[in-house]
């Protein structure tokens, strides 16, 4: 059987004119990561890496600057960026509250921050807020078991939390009015 | 009889404070100039001393150590080096090789190299330098989980002023008149340079996996490779390379500075006849149902029930213990009568759980909700999975909905033995998965099913099976 290889009608990439992987970008990642490995592709990590903490997700133009500027495939860079978490390849919220939901937190109290949480934003776990201010997920274990429950804020972690506490972080997070982009991990949106 | 520690001072956190030994308010980044100063062995005292030896002395004296990996596998650190190809007799040169340090920690419960990266990183950076001047490595790539953002800033930081002190780089301590570095011989001092990158993960359990590393270290996705060939033969850009823990790598220069016999007067004996012995300090975090939870630092061997009284101020609201997960949920569980259960390498035979994993055990209190504890780690397994064999991606999801479905109370008794064969079968039959994350999966799920069965049956609503009685349909159930 033979295939029919043309261009899908529904496949549209947003563009613009402006370059995601900007020159400052590409001459840190030349300068200081490059020769750190013996191939290319091995910096496919630190680009995803450097576009998701600069904008907070990874759009379809920034894998085809990257797959570009590391002499790959598309193709490629989307293969990896789908697989790891941390990378969301659709817009989120100005700043990631990431729940964990593991043994550790579950038990000793988890679900009444995530409830906290759905309460004050008003959403549910998954969802952003109508002001695009928060994103809230549940995600796995953050390495911080002996202080149960816990939760990255962006990129910043917080222990021993109650909702009281959760509540008050999410007031500071949205006073600071600073973005929280590079924060997270999970892409609650895909699974594997 | 009470359990007596052997170890009278801490090792690997001589530098940072831990009860009984010292007060966790106290606990902070250890500067280089520090580290040189303070600790157990002076910092960089062992690295000087390795480079008086040849590499293969000191490879020599790991493996008489008979340290054990401490990544969950307790794979025999020394042996694994010897597996790298012999370098060339004449020149010494092994050709490119690699180390990967494995600082994914992902682990559900798992929180212990977190410790070291947080306040000691030239205690791991000098286990770095050790291991590569043994293997005859030049660069190191530290595999660090992405979520652990400040531990990679520190990590980073300190590897600055590695550099900036000679331990790695072009000039410095592999290149000094002193060494028995065969590159440095060979090439009039200044031809041996040790690099050392932090590589930042991204969000996936599976790239502790050593072979998934790997292809998260070459820009792929974390796809577990089949074995063989082994890493130690073709790993990182198809060369060889070896994979270790942090913790595995942090007690090298204890063992060479102090030589392994002394090594070797820490831990316990074997009980089992004709078992390898669990030697060495062992760093355990405590989570779950404990007053004081936290990281301590202790003999391997100690009893479970010693580590919650003794240690960690008992059960919280002087609850009963119910069960804990000996270190990670992929080791399964201990039941009510395994409190005693001692944390060593013998875990596994003496107790069936899959292992002593990363040493960190979870305590649940009797209130808790096994079954309910059976859920949560489907879910992980389902969400890690990273589906490329059958078993562990349909098998992990069958598993995750059968639980979920007990808990709320609509499973049938025929759930449970369906759920039990599923896990039976992932990752037990040598070959039909890649990695040995179905079989954790397995462990979890089997142990706790079986260790406690009444909670199990008391949520299912018995199968009805008809059977016909004389003519007459009478329901029966199973
Ligand atoms: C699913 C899975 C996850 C693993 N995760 C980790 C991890 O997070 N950290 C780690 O050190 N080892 C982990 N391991 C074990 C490694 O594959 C490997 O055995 C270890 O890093 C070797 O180092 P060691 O000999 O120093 O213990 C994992 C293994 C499997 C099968
Ligand atoms: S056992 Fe599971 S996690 Fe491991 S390679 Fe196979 S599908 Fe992936
Ligand atoms: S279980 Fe939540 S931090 Fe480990």
Redesign the pocket.
């Known amino acids: 059987m033979a295939w029919i290889t043309k261009n899908s009608a529904g496949t549209q990439i947003e563009r613009r004119s402006e370059p995601y992987l900007t020159p400052a970008m590409r001459k840190d990642l030349s300068e200081r990561i490059l020769p750190r490995y013996a191939v290319k592709q091995a910096c496919v990590l630190p680009c995803l890496h450097t576009i998701q903490h600069e904008y907070g997700w990874v759009p379809a133009q920034a894998m085809e600057e990257i797959a570009e500027f590391l002499g790959l495939k598309p193709s490629e860079i989307i293969d990896t960026a789908s697989f790891y978490e941390e990378y969301w390849l659709k817009p989120k919220g100005e700043h990631l509250i990431q729940v964990?939901r593991?043994?550790?937190?579950e038990f000793c109290g988890q679900k009444d921050i995530t409830e906290a949480c759905k309460r004050k934003l008003g959403i549910d776990v998954g969802e952003t807020t109508d002001d695009g201010k928060f994103t809230l997920i549940e995600l796995e274990?953050?390495?911080?078991?002996g202080s149960?429950?816990?939760a990255l804020v962006d990129e910043t972690l917080h222990e021993n939390l109650t909702a009281a506490k959760i509540e008050a972080i999410i007031d500071q997070t949205a006073k600071s009015g600073a973005h929280g982009h590079g924060h997270g991990s999970h892409n609650g949106s895909h699974g594997h | 009889m009470p359990w007596t520690p052997k170890t009278t001072r801490p090792i690997l956190t001589s530098r940072i404070p831990t009860p009984p030994y010292g007060d966790w308010s106290k606990r902070h980044i250890v500067s280089y100039d520090e580290y040189t100063k303070t600790g157990v062995v002076p910092g960089y005292a062992a690295l000087r001393k390795a480079l008086t030896m040849t590499p293969e002395e000191v490879t020599e004296e790991v493996k008489k150590s008979q340290l054990r990996g401490r990544g969950g596998a307790g794979f025999p650190t020394g042996l694994k080096w010897t597996f790298l190809p012999k370098p060339d007799a004449a020149t010494g040169d092994g050709g490119v090789r690699y180390l990967a340090i494995n600082a994914d920690e992902s682990e559900?419960?798992t929180?212990k190299d977190r410790l070291l990266c947080d306040f000691d990183p030239h205690l791991v950076l000098e286990g770095i330098a050790i291991c590569c001047y043994a293997c005859r490595i030049q660069t190191a790539y530290f595999y660090i989980r992405g979520e652990y953002h400040h531990q990679a800033k520190v990590m980073e930081n300190a590897i600055k002023e590695a550099y900036a002190a000679g331990v790695f780089g072009k000039q410095g301590f592999f290149n000094g008149a002193a060494t028995k570095n065969p590159f440095s011989n060979a090439s009039g001092g200044t031809g041996w340079a040790l690099d050392c990158y932090v590589h930042r993960g991204a969000g996936a359990y599976i790239c502790g996996e050593e072979t998934a590393l790997l292809e998260g270290l070459e820009g792929k996705r974390g796809w577990p490779r089949n074995k063989p060939p082994f890493p130690a033969i073709k790993g990182l850009f198809g060369k060889p390379t070896i994979i270790n823990n942090v913790e595995t790598l942090a007690h090298l220069p204890f063992i060479i500075h102090e030589g392994a016999g002394e090594f070797m007067k820490q831990g316990c004996e074997s009980s089992i006849k004709g078992a390898p012995p669990s030697y060495g300090t062992k760093l355990m975090g405590m989570s779950g149902h404990v007053n004081k939870p936290g990281v301590f630092e202790f003999d391997l061997g100690i009893p479970l029930r010693t580590f919650v009284e003794q240690y960690c101020g008992g059960m919280r609201g002087g609850k009963k213990f119910k069960g804990a997960i000996p270190g990670g949920i992929s080791m399964g569980i201990l039941g009510p009568d395994q409190y005693e259960a001692e944390l060593d390498f013998d875990i596994g035979r003496k107790h069936n759980v899959l292992g002593l994993g990363t040493a960190c055990p979870t305590v649940f209190d009797e209130d808790t909700d096994m079954v309910a504890v059976a859920r949560n780690i489907a879910r992980f397994f389902k969400h890690e999975s990273c589906g490329q064999c059958t078993p562990c991606r349909e098998g992990s999801g069958w598993l995750y909905q059968l639980l979920s479905r007990i808990e709320e109370g609509n499973g049938k008794s025929k759930d449970l033995d369906l759920a039990l064969e599923i896990a039976t079968s992932m990752g037990t039959m040598p070959g039909t998965t890649i990695c040995g994350l179905a079989d954790g999966n397995n462990w979890a799920i089997r142990t706790i099913m079986n260790k406690f069965p009444d909670e199990f049956q008391k949520r299912v609503k018995p199968t009805f099976v008809p059977v016909r009685l004389g003519g007459l349909a009478v329901g029966a159930g199973v």
């Open positions: 964990c593991s043994i550790a937190c274990c953050l390495g911080s078991c149960a429950p816990a | 559900p419960g929180f």
